[in-house]
């Protein structure tokens, strides 16, 4: 239990980032301002980080 509890915020932003990510890439003009590379970085920079 405490180890899911430890894990739910990360697992959380890696599905609305994912699903955000998913919703641009299939209609990159309706999110003109979306920062792939930017939401990517801050996925990857926030999975490294102990639990």
Do not use: W
Not at 3 to 29: F, N, Q
Not at 36 to 51: K, R, Y
């Amino acid at each position: 239990m405490a180890y899911s509890e430890r894990r739910y915020e990360r697992c959380k932003l890696i599905v609305e980032s994912s699903v955000a990510i998913g919703e641009y890439e299939m209609d990159p003009a309706a999110h003109p301002d979306f920062d792939h590379a930017g939401l990517t970085q801050h996925v990857l920079e926030t999975m490294i980080q102990p639990i």
